[in-house]
């Protein structure tokens, strides 16, 4: 199209770009801007080959956008970036104008273009927050213009000057002849203007005159600056004609100049003009002067005599202080060789000037105090550029006590000397190095006190005017005081900020001092700037601050925050800078958080350039290089707020070492280690902005990631160690990084991602913990003000704050001028879903345990890794414990299952049912099957009876489908943690719960739902865990069949039919699930009553099968009669017919031996419909494979035979695999009846001695120590008391019996004593208390013969030892 059709093709660009301006799509974004600025891009590449196109175009937006009616604040700003995008672009284009532009093209700029391009510029209102920019904006516009239509611009003033002469009105039109100021002059075209002026001047009214004086002045600046060697060569090669129409034009000036008043309008130009005559200046400087320019050098004499102060006018003072300056600066364009005559002309004036303008106790004042101090700027820049070396104006502007116009005018001069520097002879700033610490000191007190002002007040706008402190004595009542001193040390704030921007060596200088005072004075800068980038109340210093602080981290720069320790105090200071600005990011206290995040990417790049510089460095001194404590436990916090982050600079103590030196805070910071606290809190704010509605942002945190992992890689490289001991969770950080590129995806899209990317973060750190922990305070804050909106209305229709205000704050527009919430507002929502879904995806990994004592780290010499804070979050068990964040979470979420709000309850009840389902972590799975539990168990009565409540059963049909969903969804990991809590009790109660739920449209709906739940947990069966399977199925069998054809025949209305047949096919499918392999257990009957019982009940299934069949059948018949059979109907019913066949087959495969007698006999039935049914189902049964030998009459004892081998089975070196899977999976209540049966079964195959050896071996392996080996409540120690209990018995009663019978019977002994305690012996309180005939010594003899007889009958019993007890101890021998 751009071949064949040219036009169109440029008019498509063009409409495009219209229909993108922010005052017809409205407010930007970051996608818009892009493409913005991508169509931009276009239009100037098209216009260097299709000019008068695209200049035409751009010129017809604008005509149309001035012309458009905009109402409101948010429309007029629209309008205003709308101008200032077409206004930029075609400044672009021109200034690449095709130099072979027709003569038809110049002239339709002028006609279309200049009329629009100067409507801006004579239109400007002063005090309008954005028409300076316009018109700054308009005013490049026109400098490109005339840069090639020269001639255009030029006829357009020629004209209005000529129109001029011959008008009669004293308040003439001049705007045109103000273009002059803005136009693009060189040499030649200066000439032009000043013979075009010489030639008409006289004819001007007075007011045209003054108009042309004025505008001719700032042309010649625009020549002398944007064309500099030209003005040079002036002076190296004089130029007649330039000389004489200067001359001439002077002459006419002077002429005019009658008055003081016009003597003060005119002396700027006039000097200008004499700059213009070399050979004049030198011929006045001489003793004798030609009559013809004596009024030249009387003009010099004037103007000395009034810098002096003896003219007796002050208007004419300040003229010729105007005029001086005006020479000076011009005087640094000449090359002292050139002209020296002008140097000395300048040396006769300029210590009056200085004197006048720098006079701290008479500060000089014309009444409009931006011009005095651009006057005072151009005077101290033109002074350093001719003698850098007499800076006793520098000194008296530095001076703490001289006023802050001085501080800003020495500030704002040493920015230009650095950002302009055109000319080879112009010194550096190096000259000021020697002041850097009286700069800083500067920067600190214009530091304190601007944010002193502003948490004393109000914000206030800042606009383009100064108003400094020593303008309060005019303002008296009009403004309070300390409000304008506020408002010029925030204008004196951002040109300090400025200046270390474009140059941060003049304040990093630190001449003759030792390390740890460079170390001090760089930590005050560096934590000055940082206090600024979070305040809102003045924004234009905190992105001027962040740009600062961008290039002080830049590698040169960095070398110079303490050149005898670089690495040292880079970690020190950086580390700061980086936990102050991530907390205040965690916190939300920055409006424009994504702005700043992008900041703080670029840092992390400058941190890594300069860590890959060094790398190489001696190991020893680097303090950064310690390993992450893997096991999640935190840091210790500290709190660096403004006052601290002060007192953590050069206020602090500085701990002195080798050539270091280390900040301490107030805080606590002495022995912190501030790096891992600064990393693990940047790692917070990176998690956190995770969870923004603004994508920009989400994607921004994501891409920070990319460069922690480059820190991690470099670190590691240095330390010889895995990246793992540094970032654990390294790999799941590449990936983030990774899907950062993903620009075009949808918000949606994005969370989703992000959710499954959180949910495989295996290792718990301290920084995503306490991210976690973080999001949940603020998600329950949210959650608050959501449920009760609008109940947090005032009555005065003011609300107590906006939920972006106290829980988001990022973003300026989503900031409502007060209110609880806006669920109008979309984000607000969005966001709140957003943190929800983090919150599920997260959870997980902050169960895992935490070990008191980590991996051995090596950190900063700033305190041991030990006193590290642990996290509130712990480890919680199945049950779950509601002391925990985490099972709180869960909690809450189950309550907002059935959030019945009336705006946004539909949407929290979805979104919650989607990402508990979906985007959960696996972990938390066992917490909530047991919550969903407990949950359901109180919608019933002690009774067991139904408590049906319209709230019980919206939770029923929400947890259906989170279960679906979650057991749906293939999630990674989700098999591991399926089967830590069984769900038998929770499917019951729901199956329970439903079946009272009637015959209703919507009951029929979640019994389909409950249905396919069933399926689905029947797909995952080997995932999940169940205490009585076969017990739980058959139930649900019985329960789900007593769906099937319970209502199908019933219905009346056809969609009523539908869902029932819907119903039908779903039970169905879910029957067969749960008949496959499932012999059936009647729930009484014992012996041959229970097979009976058996028999019937499948009998029961069987028939009901059959009917079921029956009915399609007849269905499908009648459809077929009436001609009515639809194609759907039909389909279901082929399915459901499948389904009851598969049912079958499951059943009698499964129950053969109960089943057979009853099914026979349909292989007879006289109906063939019913012959071919039971074919059908026999062929099945007989494909899945099924053993008939079940019908024989030992099949239990066989089956229990199989039973036992597998569990004795033993492998190749003697291990039993399955008895010590049951060890590892039973649960310790248990393990009584387990050792029981291991125990019986082992002995009974001979086989107890390796069941012994295996269970005491991992009894043994396990011991923390001897102390406790056998003594905790283990399963090992269980079989052994078994073991004595079962087989020591028998021996133990047949052993001691015959001893003890003889001691209690027997005469011989009946009156020996045996107490041997002396004790007993004595008399107490007057008695003794045994009797008087026995003896210690008797009785001591007697126990000793009776322990003999005992003794000797143990041993002589070891034959009759059993050999099970034998096998006991001598496992024990062994393994001890």
Not at 830 to 840: K, P, R, S
Not at 1136 to 1155: I, Q, W, Y
Not at 1183 to 1205: H, I, K, P, S, W
Request: proline share 3%; aromatic share 8%.
């Amino acid at each position: 199209m751009a071949a064949h059709k040219p036009v169109e093709w440029v008019q498509a660009v063009v409409n495009r770009f219209d229909e993108q301006l922010p005052i017809k799509a409205g407010q930007q974004n970051t996608h818009t801007k892009v493409s913005t600025e991508h169509n931009k891009e276009c239009l100037i590449n098209i216009s260097k080959y299709k000019f008068s196109l695209v200049i035409s175009g751009l010129t017809n937006i604008l005509k149309n956008v001035n012309n458009m009616r905009i109402f409101g604040e948010t429309a007029e700003k629209n309008l205003y970036l709308s101008q200032l995008i077409i206004l930029d672009t075609l400044e672009k284009c021109l200034a690449g104008q095709p130099k072979d532009t027709m003569r038809l093209d110049e002239t339709m700029l002028v006609k279309q273009l200049l009329p629009e391009i100067c409507h801006f510029i004579h239109t400007y209102r002063e005090g309008n927050q954005h028409a300076a920019e316009l018109r700054n904006s308009a005013s490049g516009v026109l400098f490109s213009l005339s840069c090639n239509n020269f001639n255009a611009v030029f006829s357009r003033i020629s004209t209005r000057l000529q129109e001029l002469t011959v008008c009669s009105e004293d308040n003439a039109d001049v705007h045109d002849i103000e273009l002059l100021q803005y136009i693009s002059v060189d040499c030649s075209k200066l000439k032009r203007l000043l013979q075009e002026t010489v030639f008409k001047f006289k004819a001007l009214k007075k007011v045209a005159q003054l108009a042309v004086i004025n505008s001719l002045e700032k042309a010649f600046w625009n020549w002398v600056e944007n064309y500099p060697d030209e003005f040079t060569k002036l002076y190296q090669t004089p130029q007649t004609d330039m000389a004489d129409c200067a001359e001439k034009l002077f002459d006419l000036v002077d002429g005019f100049a009658e008055s003081t008043k016009r003597k003060a309008a005119v002396w700027p130009l006039q000097i200008i003009l004499l700059v213009l005559c070399p050979e004049i200046i030198q011929d006045i400087a001489k003793d004798v002067v030609e009559e013809t320019k004596m009024n030249k050098k009387l003009f010099l004499d004037n103007l000395r005599k009034a810098l002096a102060g003896h003219s007796g006018s002050r208007q004419l003072t300040e003229s010729a202080a105007i005029a001086c300056v005006k020479l000076c600066k011009a005087s640094t364009y000449i090359n002292w060789e050139d002209n020296s005559v002008i140097f000395l002309l300048v040396q006769s004036m300029v210590v009056d000037l200085k004197n006048l303008l720098f006079n701290p106790s008479k500060p000089f004042s014309r009444g409009n105090q931006n011009a005095d101090v651009d006057l005072m700027i151009d005077c101290l820049v033109s002074c350093f550029r001719i003698n850098p070396h007499n800076n006793q104006h520098f000194k008296i502007c530095l001076a703490q006590n001289s006023p802050s116009t001085f501080h800003y005018v020495l500030v704002n001069s040493l920015h230009r000397i650095i950002t302009n520097s055109a000319l080879d002879w112009w010194p550096k700033i190096d000259a000021v190095y020697c002041h850097s610490m009286e700069l800083r000191s500067m920067f600190s007190e214009t530091l304190h006190k601007a944010i002193q002002g502003c948490g004393a007040h109000p914000a206030i706008r800042m606009t383009p005017s100064l108003t400094f402190k020593e303008k309060m004595t005019s303002l008296k009542f009009k403004e309070k005081p300390t409000d304008l001193e506020t408002r010029s040390y925030k204008f004196l704030l951002l040109s300090l900020v400025k200046l270390i921007h474009a140059d941060p060596k003049l304040l990093l200088c630190n001449p003759r001092k030792q390390g740890p005072e460079t170390q001090g004075s760089t930590a005050e800068l560096i934590t000055g700037l940082v206090q600024l980038v979070p305040q809102s109340s003045m924004p234009d210093i905190a992105q001027e601050a962040m740009e600062a602080l961008l290039v002080l981290h830049q590698l040169d720069s960095i070398d110079l925050w303490n050149p005898d320790a670089p690495i040292e105090t880079f970690w020190e200071i950086s580390s700061q800078m980086l936990f102050y600005i991530c907390k205040k990011l965690t916190s939300h206290q920055m409006l424009s958080s994504t702005e700043i995040l992008k900041w703080l990417r670029e840092i992390l790049i400058c941190r890594n350039k300069f860590l890959l510089k060094n790398k190489q460095s001696d190991r020893s001194s680097c303090h950064f290089l310690f390993l992450y404590d893997v096991s999640g436990g935190g840091t210790s916090q500290i709190s660096l707020d403004h006052e601290e982050m002060i007192r953590c600079a050069p206020g602090a103590t500085l701990r002195k070492g080798k050539g270091n030196s280390s900040m301490e805070s107030t805080a606590g910071c002495s022995g912190t280690p501030i790096c891992r606290q600064a990393q693990t809190k940047l790692e917070v704010a990176l998690y956190m902005f995770l969870w923004s509605p603004d994508i920009e942002a989400v994607l921004v945190a994501m891409s920070c990631f990319r460069h922690l992992c480059e820190e991690a890689d470099i670190r590691c490289g240095v330390d010889e160690v895995s990246v793992h001991n540094f970032l654990p969770n390294y790999n799941t950080f590449m990936e983030f990084a990774s899907v950062s590129n993903m620009m075009s995806t949808g918000r949606a899209a994005l969370q989703k991602r992000v959710m499954a990317l959180l949910r495989r973060i295996e290792h718990p750190t301290a920084g995503n913990t306490e991210a976690w922990e973080d999001t949940h305070a603020k998600w329950e804050q949210a959650t608050k003000l959501i449920l009760n909106y609008p109940k947090t209305k005032m009555e005065d229709g003011q609300v107590t704050e906006s939920l972006h205000k106290t829980i988001v704050k990022r973003r300026m527009s989503h900031v409502s001028g007060g209110g609880s919430i806006d669920l109008s507002d979309t984000d607000s929502l969005q966001e709140w879903i957003n943190m929800t879904g983090f919150l599920c995806a997260l959870g997980g990994v902050c169960l895992q345990h935490r070990s008191s004592a980590g991996l051995a780290t090596y950190s900063p010499p700033m305190g041991p890794v030990n006193e590290r804070k642990g996290s509130m979050i712990s480890m919680v068990s199945t049950e779950g414990n509601a002391e925990t964040p985490v099972s709180k979470f869960i909690d809450r979420l189950l309550t907002l299952m059935v959030c019945n709000h009336e705006k946004v309850g539909l949407q929290i009840r979805t979104n919650i049912k989607d990402l508990v389902g979906l985007e959960l972590s696996p972990a938390l799975y066992p917490m909530l099957f047991n919550k969903l539990k407990n949950t359901i168990s109180k919608f019933f009565d002690s009774q067991g009876q139904v408590l049906l409540t319209e709230t019980n059963t919206q939770f029923v049909e929400q947890t259906i489908a989170i279960m679906k969903n979650l057991l749906d969804n293939h999630t990674e990991g989700s098999s591991e943690h399926l089967g830590q809590a069984s769900i038998e009790t929770m499917m019951l109660n729901l199956v329970r719960y439903v079946r009272v739920l009637g015959n209703l449209v919507h009951a029929i709906q979640i019994k389909t739902k409950l249905c396919q739940l069933v399926e689905v947990m029947m797909e995952r069966r080997d995932d999940l865990s169940f205490c009585q399977e076969m017990k739980f199925r058959n139930k649900m069998v019985e329960y789900l069949t007593d769906w099937v054809m319970g209502t199908s025949n019933q219905a009346t209305d056809e969609d009523v039919k539908c869902l029932t047949r819907d119903l039908d096919q779903a039970s169905m499918e879910a029957v067969v699930s749960l008949l496959a392999g499932l012999p059936l257990q009647p729930e009484e009957g014992d012996g041959v009553e229970l097979m009976e019982a058996k028999s019937q009940l499948f009998l029961k299934y069987f028939t009901l099968f059959m009917n079921l069949l029956n009915d399609c059948s007849e269905v499908e018949d009648e459809s077929a009669q009436t001609g009515g059979r639809k194609r759907g109907m039909s389909r279901r019913l082929a399915s459901l017919r499948h389904c009851t066949v598969l049912a079958m087959s499951n059943l009698l495969n499964a129950n053969v031996d109960s089943g057979l007698m009853h099914s026979i006999g349909l292989g007879y039935h006289k109906d063939l419909q019913t012959r071919a049914t039971f074919m059908e189902v026999l062929t099945k049964i007989l494909q899945q494979g099924t053993e008939f030998d079940t019908l024989a009459e030992t099949v239990l004892a066989d089956r229990f035979e199989r039973l036992v081998e597998l569990v004795t089975m033993m492998g190749d070196q003697g291990e039993l695999p399955i008895a010590m899977a049951l060890a590892n999976v039973v649960p310790c209540s248990q393990w009584d009846e387990l050792a029981r049966v291991l125990v019986t079964l082992f002995d009974s195959r001979h086989l107890l001695y390796q069941l012994l050896w295996n269970m005491f071996s991992k009894e043994v392996e396990l011991a923390d120590s001897m102390q406790t080996l056998f003594r905790g409540n283990s399963l090992a120690s269980k079989i052994m008391t078994f073991c004595f209990k079962v087989y020591g018995a028998t021996y133990l009663q047949k052993l001691l019996e015959p001893l003890l019978r003889t001691v209690i019977t027997s005469s011989e002994w009946q009156h020996v004593s045996f107490e041997v305690d002396p004790t007993r012996f004595e008399i107490q309180g007057g008695e003794q208390m045994l009797e008087p005939t026995e003896s210690l010594e008797e009785n001591q003899r007697s126990l000793l013969q009776m322990t003999e007889k005992f003794f000797h009958a143990i041993i002589n019993s070891s034959s009759e030892f059993p050999p099970q007890l034998r096998s006991v101890c001598h496992c024990l021998y062994q393994l001890i």
